[in-house]
């Protein structure tokens, strides 16, 4: 797996069909760091996935204001691939020293599997800067009302989640999870 979907570079995404206009998605890393630019094209047509385990309750479902102002809808998201949510702090410094990995991660599997950051009560500009800093390769939000960090049970950061396409909640590691791990979990949902 490791690899193939690499091979769907960004730029390379369909004009939509009837609209003549590019995705939104297919701006650079660092023009999308954190925001709408950052979120996936639309899903490949080879992309197949697996069923959730059973037992996979639902997961909650959320909005969230990208960085730049843009609403992102969870559930909308999760309707089309699995999700993985990673909240964080711009203080925590395990959510620092697992960042690079997650940007590889969420390049890999760029139109496949989206990433989605969700900081904590760090402000608007702290974000901005770790976002920037770390190169942040998906979409961050900011959850100043604590509303999805208690719908996730978030103690302390970091959490990762991994959410199935159809949103079910496959599994929560609270201190975080290791790139080769959380490759491991998502291949379990993504066949290719």
Not at 57 to 85: I, K, Y
Not at 149 to 162: M, N, S
Request: proline share 9%; with cysteine.
């Amino acid at each position: 797996m490791t690899g193939r979907w690499r091979r769907v570079p960004r730029v390379a995404v369909p004009l939509l069909v009837g609209m003549g206009m590019a995705v939104a998605g297919c701006s650079s890393a660092s023009e999308g760091s954190g925001s709408a630019g950052a979120l996936p094209g639309p899903v490949p047509s080879d992309a197949v996935f697996r069923d959730p385990p059973d037992d996979a309750p639902r997961a909650p479902s959320f909005e969230l204001e990208l960085l730049d102002g843009t609403p992102l809808d969870a559930g909308e998201q999760w309707s089309q691939r699995p999700m993985v949510l990673v909240f964080f702090e711009t203080w925590c410094e395990p959510c620092r020293d697992a960042q690079a990995g997650l940007n590889d991660l969420a390049r890999d599997y760029q139109d496949v599997v989206l990433f989605v950051g969700i900081a904590g009560r760090s402000e608007p500009e702290n974000v901005r800067q770790y976002v920037s800093e770390y190169d942040v390769a998906y979409p961050v939000g900011i959850d100043q009302d604590d509303s999805r960090w208690l719908k996730y049970a978030v103690a302390e950061p970091p959490l990762v989640a991994l959410v199935s396409k159809d949103g079910r909640l496959v599994r929560g590691w609270p201190g975080g999870i290791g790139t080769a791990e959380l490759r491991e979990h998502i291949d379990r949902l993504v066949l290719g």
